[in-house]
């Protein structure tokens, strides 16, 4: 089962994290979930068997998850721990925050996705990807880019 996870909420923990810039982020079509990068706009699902999500320009309406940080969950090339939500929310919070300079909004949410135990977290390590959703109903973003 994919490890992804949707919620909305505070957090003051603090992680290591990468945030890119918005000029990285060219690739279309789809790709494998711990592929994307920061600055990405995707058609993606909530089904935690999702394996692919669709990247497109972040000036299609229909997108609806903006990558807004790359972080790492601290258990480097070992099973991720039992806490590993825990820990992907405190890093994709704790990014948003120190993104935008402010607190995700309560009509905001975020979706992150880990590597599952075995194959994917032997090439991928402790990878948390955070992204931007609606919330609470998971839906089209609208055009451009909503994380600022």
């Known amino acids: 089962m994919v490890s992804k996870a949707v919620a909305c909420g505070v957090s003051v923990a603090a992680l290591a994290l990468g945030i890119g810039r918005p000029a990285t982020a060219t690739t279309n079509g789809r790709v494998f979930y711990l592929s994307?990068?920061?600055?990405?706009c995707l058609i993606g699902t909530t089904s935690p068997r999702a394996?692919?999500?669709t990247v497109v320009p972040c000036s299609d309406a229909a997108h609806n998850l903006e990558v807004y940080a790359i972080g790492h969950g601290g258990w480097g090339h070992q099973t991720p721990?039992?806490?590993?939500?825990?820990?992907a929310r405190a890093l994709c919070l704790?990014?948003?925050?120190?993104?935008?300079?402010r607190p995700l909004p309560p009509?905001?949410?975020w979706q992150g996705f880990w590597?599952?135990?075995g194959a994917e977290?032997?090439?991928y390590g402790d990878k948390v990807v955070c992204?931007?959703?609606?919330?609470?109903r998971f839906g089209p973003l609208g055009s451009g880019w909503h994380v600022h």
């Open 131 to 136: 992204s931007y959703r609606s919330w609470p």
């Open 81 to 87: 721990p039992t806490n590993s939500f825990a820990i």
């Open 121 to 123: 977290t032997k090439q």
């Open 115 to 117: 590597p599952d135990p």
């Open 36 to 40: 994307v990068r920061v600055h990405q």
């Open 94 to 101: 704790s990014a948003y925050q120190r993104t935008t300079g």
């Open 107 to 109: 009509t905001g949410g």
């Open 51 to 53: 394996k692919h999500e």
